[in-house]
T-cell receptor
Framework: DAGVIQSPRHEVTEMGQEVTLRCKPI?????LFWYRQTMMRGLELLIY????????DSGMPEDRFSAKMPNASFSTLKIQPSEPRDSAVYFC??????????????FGEGSRLTVL | AQSVTQPDIHITVSEGASLELRCNYS??????LFWYVQSPGQGLQLLLK??????LVQGIKGFEAEFKRSQSSFNLRKPSVHWSDAAEYFC??????????????FGGGTRVLVKP
């Protein structure tokens, strides 16, 4: 079975450029999460969606970050303009309905972003 | 604010020796607790979870964890480590508010190195 698919796996860009990260959750999952991982701050939840609706975006660092989920099988995380401090690994995760509030997340392999 | 603490940043263990990773959580009522493992360059994978009932839970790859309410702890153990257990391990707690759904708060992680 296909897991959570993220693209690109690696992205190197220059400060000021727009970055778009993509995620395809596991088919049938109805919750989707974007996490950021850095050495300094560990794993931080940026935003999560339930049934394509953003439920909690309190972790989004600032207005330069935006996330969308136009349908159940696709989400994007956009950074515009990007800054060097945005360099991190961005993970997408999904969870299935019926797991209720059990917290079992399935993670993608991450997108490593480097902003020069 | 809800928090999860993993006191040990790094642990080095010899192959075949036992392993215990510490985790303390902040919310003491009825926590939903998890251990995830992250191999290098990979996303996180669920090892085990605790919701209620038996305080000793079994997970995949020979891991187990014990919930101790009196100590607000959920320590992970393995009787005999294998070289393939070298990874980073994250303890996590589900959101306090039911409406938070599957929102997880992660600890800072413990990196395990396995000596031959």
């Amino acid at each position: 079975d296909a897991g959570v698919i993220q693209s690109p796996r690696h992205e190197v860009t220059e400060m000021g450029q727009e970055v778009t990260l993509r995620c395809k959750p596991i088919s049938g999952h109805n919750s989707l999460f974007w996490y950021r991982q850095t050495m300094m701050r560990g794993l931080e939840l940026l935003i999560y969606f339930n049934n394509n609706v953003p439920i909690d975006d309190s972790g989004m660092p600032e207005d330069r970050f935006s996330a969308k989920m136009p349908n159940a099988s696709f989400s994007t995380l956009k950074i515009q303009p990007s800054e060097p401090r945005d360099s991190a690994v961005y993970f997408c995760a999904s969870s299935a309905p019926g797991t209720g509030y059990t917290g079992e997340l399935f993670f993608g392999e991450g997108s490593r972003l480097t902003v020069l | 604010a809800q928090s999860v603490t993993q006191p040990d940043i790094h642990i080095t263990v010899s192959e075949g020796a036992s392993l215990e990773l510490r985790c303390n959580y902040s919310y003491g009522a009825t926590p939903y607790l998890f251990w995830y493992v992250q191999s290098p360059g990979q996303g996180l994978q669920l090892l085990l979870k605790y919701f209620s009932g038996d305080t000793l839970v079994q997970g995949i790859k020979g891991f187990e964890a014990e919930f101790k309410r009196s100590q607000s702890s959920f320590n992970l153990r393995k009787p005999s480590v294998h070289w393939s257990d070298a990874a980073e391990y994250f303890c996590a707690e589900r959101g306090v508010i039911k409406a938070a759904g599957n929102k997880l708060t992660f600890g800072g992680g413990t990196r395990v190195l396995v000596k031959p």
